[in-house]
C-alpha cells in the first residue's frame, strides 16, 4: 500500500492453506526405477488410497469439504472425483479463491502431512529424499507457477538430516520458497526438541536466518490430539487444540534461537491468537520470580524428577514481548476474542488464514467473515491483518487484482 493511499479491504492473504497433493507429484519426478516404491495414488474397487512405504493412506472428508455443507462433513474418505477441483488444481482453485476475496495463499500439503512427517518416517530415507525433493519442485513450478502471485510457495525438509535439510532449504529460496514446514512440537515424532543440547536443529535455523524463509508450523504437525482424559469427547479434545500452538509459543520464547538468529520468524498456523495475551503475562510473572535460580543451573524436583535447562539461554536480558514482537506470528480463521484484545497482542503480529479447503474453512465467505471480525478496527489496521503483515513477513508481492 502506497503512503497515502486508502487501504484496499476487498482482498486477504491466507497464511494457512491446504493442497491435496495431485497423482502425479511423484510419479512424474521420480527416477523410473523407483516409481513403484514412491507415493503413487491407487484405485481398486470402491477405494482410492495413497501407497507409500507400506502404508495405505485415504483423503479424509474432513481434508476436502470445501463445497459441501456442515450437515454434510464427514471424517470418512472421499475420492479425487467426490472433491471439489479446488482440493487439487491450482488453477481451479484460484477460481474459488476469487470467489471468496483471497488474493494469495500459502497451501500446506495433505498425504505427507503438515510437515511431511510420512516421509521422516519411511525406512528408505534415500528414496524419501527424493520425494521431499520432488515435492518441492512441484510446489513451486507447478503449484504456485500455475497462477504467479497467487500463492505463497512453502516448501519441506528432510527432518532426520539437519544438514541436508539446510542444503535443500538454501536450493528452494533460490528457486523462490518463502517457508518451510516444520513440527510444533518434534519430540512425539521421535526428533530431537529445538533445547537439544547438541544442537541438532542448529543447521535448519541458520539457513533460516540466512535465508530468510519463515518457519511455519501447523497445528498438529506433532501427529498428535491432545486428550483431556482417557474418555473425553472427541470435540473436547478439539476444541482444547490450543495448547499446542501455546506450547510452541512457549517452547520458542525460552530456546536460545530467538536470541541468537536476529532475522528468524516463526509462524504458528491455524493455532488461533486469543490466548496469547494469557500466555505471555504468565511467562512474564515466571521469568521475573524465577529467573535467578533458574539462571544459576539449578534443576528442580517435579513430581519426584529434576529437570533443568538443557541450552542456556540469558534469563536476566530476556525481554519476552520483544521476542515475541520481533520472532513470532499468529494466525486466526475466527478469533473474536483476539480482534477484542489485539492491543495486547500487537497488530503487527497476526495474520488471517481461511484454512480452505478444511471443515473449518470460511470458505466460501472468507473476506466477509475476516472483515466482520475486525470491523471495529481501523483501517489501516485491518489492512495489515488481512494482508499486510503476511506480504511483510513472507516477503511476497501478490498479483495485481
Not at 523462490?176 to 536443529?201: C, I, K, M, Q
Amino acid at each position: 500500500m502506497a503512503q497515502g493511499e486508502s487501504p484496499r479491504l476487498d482482498w486477504l492473504i491466507s497464511v494457512d492453506d491446504h493442497v491435496l497433493e495431485p497423482p502425479g507429484v511423484w510419479q512424474d519426478r521420480i527416477p523410473a526405477k523407483l516409481r513403484d516404491r514412491a507415493p503413487r495414488l491407487v484405485t481398486t474397487g470402491d477405494r482410492e488410497y495413497w501407497e507409500y512405504d507400506g502404508k495405505q493412506v485415504e483423503s479424509s472428508g474432513l481434508s476436502a469439504a470445501a463445497g459441501r455443507s456442515k450437515e454434510q462433513f464427514s471424517p470418512k474418505p472421499l475420492t479425487y472425483a467426490e472433491m471439489r477441483p479446488g482440493c487439487y488444481d491450482a488453477v481451479a482453485r484460484v477460481a474459488d479463491m476469487d470467489q471468496a476475496g483471497i488474493l494469495a495463499s500459502l497451501c500446506f500439503p495433505s498425504f505427507t502431512r503438515f510437515c511431511g512427517q510420512v516421509f521422516w518416517e519411511a525406512d528408505d530415507k534415500d528414496l524419501a529424499l527424493l520425494c521431499v525433493r520432488a515435492y518441492n519442485d512441484w510446489m513451486i513450478e507447478e503449484w504456485c507457477g500455475a497462477a504467479p502471485g497467487r500463492y505463497i510457495p512453502m516448501t519441506l525438509i528432510p527432518l532426520w538430516d539437519p544438514h541436508e535439510a539446510a542444503r535443500e532449504m538454501e536450493r528452494c529460496a533460490g528457486m523462490g520458497s518463502r517457508a518451510f514446514a516444520l513440527s510444533e512440537n518434534p519430540e512425539p515424532l521421535g526428533l530431537p526438541t529445538v533445547h537439544d543440547a547438541s544442537g541438532y536443529w542448529d543447521p535448519v535455523m541458520r539457513a533460516a536466518d540466512d535465508t530468510g524463509m519463515v518457519v511455519c508450523m501447523h497445528v498438529g504437525s506433532s501427529s498428535t490430539m491432545p486428550q483431556i482424559s482417557s474418555g473425553s469427547s472427541v470435540l473436547a479434545n478439539m476444541s482444547w487444540g490450543g495448547i499446542r500452538p501455546a506450547g510452541a509459543m512457549l517452547e520458542w520464547l525460552f530456546s536460545p534461537y530467538l536470541q541468537e538468529l536476529p532475522n528468524l520468524r516463526i509462524a504458528l498456523s491455524e493455532g488461533g491468537v486469543g490466548w496469547m495475551p494469557y500466555f505471555l503475562e504468565r511467562a512474564e510473572q515466571i521469568v521475573d520470580k524465577q529467573r535467578h535460580w533458574a539462571s544459576a543451573g539449578e534443576g528442580v524436583e517435579l513430581y519426584g524428577k529434576v529437570v533443568s535447562e538443557s541450552r542456556a539461554i540469558d534469563l536476566h536480558n530476556l525481554d519476552l514481548r520483544a521476542t515475541f514482537r520481533d520472532h513470532i506470528f499468529g494466525c486466526f480463521i475466527e478469533d473474536n476474542h483476539a480482534m477484542r484484545s489485539l492491543a495486547e497482542i500487537g497488530e503487527d503480529n497476526v495474520m488471517v488464514e481461511t484454512d480452505y479447503p478444511h471443515s473449518d474453512s470460511t470458505w466460501p465467505n472468507s473476506i466477509k467473515v475476516a472483515r466482520d471480525q475486525m470491523a471495529h478496527l481501523p483501517e489501516s489496521t485491518q489492512y495489515k491483518l488481512l494482508r499486510g503483515n503476511a506480504e511483510r513477513l513472507f516477503r511476497f508481492q501478490p498479483a495485481d487484482r
